[in-house]
């Protein structure tokens, strides 16, 4: 009949509404559920880590993580509070050592801020940075773009050592390697590199340094960026020295602000020392023989700032052209050095079987896998400095002179 129908489409079309409401009232209580949330006051942002070898278990893990400043310390009350927590655990593993700093923590430990890798000498040399690498590339917390260090002694004491002029030392050594050539070196690169054939691994050094006290409460010791540790199949080979860290800029990075300083001509006491204003160089392989030579051309335009050398003023031709060559002479004899130390420890940080790969093709495919152990330790290579003086002018010698150069009787 047609007044049930019209009463039957009534109670259709209510249990529809109600359904509807249901529904809105469910999705409303899912939008505002809070299961999941993460609150400031539940987590820790480590910025640093470190990595040495245990004394009593294989490997001892240290967390650099700022301490939460509280209200009445942000109003200058209360006592006096580390900034940092600086925290190590000792495990067979990395993980295992990471999990027991957890269980020490109150907070939840997130990686996503993590700045700088500490690897121990001693860690690097036994057991080989392999395990690190892997942790860190498999962690979906820390960033590609963290920089790694290799520390020259304990990793942990970096992370300990009060920093200059940063509040905090994983952002210490971050603005040291930036202002050290620009030679932005992140694990990024360190991962690339050690998945290439053509490339080796190497890493920045730093290390602890002993600091006079200039006032009392100065801190005893600073750390320093010391030089370049070249790795061999994840095994630390070789440590360099500052020198060395220079070279690497000049090949993956920018020399802009680095010095060359050079002894004088025969006939004149003292040293002569130029800042590099730009710089370049080229890599050119070339077939020699039954194999293949390369070429490192190096030209770069600097800026006399000292000389003790008595050989006139830079504004004459003659005088101008022999610092150009004395300032080349070193810089050629500090690059060939360079090279022939990365030959001797079989590594190649600057890539040369990269050029060897790009210009001869199908003989690198033929050797590859005998280029990195075999051929390039012997391979042949020429280096050629230029040097060009730009500002002329300058004094010959300091406007006053040190006690050194007055005891020697150089002025």
């Known amino acids: 009949m047609p007044g049930c129908d019209r009463g039957r489409g009534r109670v259709r079309r209510r249990a529809r509404w109600t359904a509807l409401v249901a529904l809105l009232v469910f999705t409303a209580a899912l939008l505002g559920g809070c299961w999941s949330r993460v609150e400031l006051n539940d987590i820790a942002l480590v910025l640093g880590l470190a990595v040495d070898l245990g ?21 200058g009350l209360g006592g006096a509070q580390e900034p940092v927590w600086v925290v190590a655990r000792e ?38 940075i392999g395990d690190v690498l892997d942790f860190l590339a498999t962690n979906q917390e820390i960033r590609l773009t963290a920089r790694p260090f290799l520390v020259e002694g304990r990793a942990q004491e970096v992370l300990e050592t009060l920093p200059q002029l940063r509040a905090l030392q994983p952002f210490n050594l971050t603005g040291i390697q930036q202002a050290k050539g620009r030679t932005d070196w992140r694990l990024k690169d360190l991962l690339v590199a050690r998945a290439s054939v053509t490339h080796s691994v190497w890493i920045p050094t730093v290390r602890v340094i002993q600091r006079p006290a200039g006032t009392p409460h100065s801190p005893l010791t600073g750390v320093e960026l010391s030089g370049v540790a070249l790795f061999r199949r994840d095994y630390l080979q070789r440590i360099l020295g500052p020198p060395a860290y220079q070279v690497i800029a000049w090949f993956l990075g920018d020399p802009s602000g680095f010095t060359i300083t050079a002894p004088c001509p025969a006939g004149s006491h003292g040293t002569i020392s130029a800042t590099v204003l730009t710089g ?20 770069t335009h600097v800026n006399v700032m000292r000389s003790e050398c008595q050989i006139g003023e830079l504004k004459d031709a003659p005088v101008r052209e022999l610092v150009e060559r004395i300032l080349a002479e070193d810089l050629h004899e500090r690059v060939e050095q360079f ?43 020429e280096v050629v400095a230029r040097v060009t003086v730009d500002q002329a002018g300058l004094v010959t010698g300091p406007v006053h002179p040190t006690e050194r150069e007055l005891r020697e009787g150089l002025h």
């Open 55 to 75: 004394e009593e278990e294989a490997v001892r893990v240290t967390l650099h993580v700022p301490r939460p400043v509280a209200p009445q310390q942000a109003a």
């Open 91 to 128: 495990a067979g593993s990395l993980s295992d050592a990471l999990a027991l700093i957890r269980l020490a923590s109150p907070r939840r430990l997130v990686f996503h801020h993590l700045r700088v890798v500490l690897i121990g000498e001693e860690y690097a040399r036994r057991y080989g």
């Open 280 to 299: 370049r160089t080229r890599v050119r392989p070339r077939w020699e023989g039954d194999g293949i030579a390369f070429r490192v051309e190096v030209s």
């Open 339 to 381: 090279i022939r130390i990365t030959q001797e420890s079989v590594t190649d940080p600057v890539g040369f079987g990269k050029y060897a790969q790009m210009a001869f093709p199908q003989y690198y495919k033929r050797m590859e896998d005998h280029w990195g152990e075999q051929l390039w330790p012997t391979t042949p290579v």
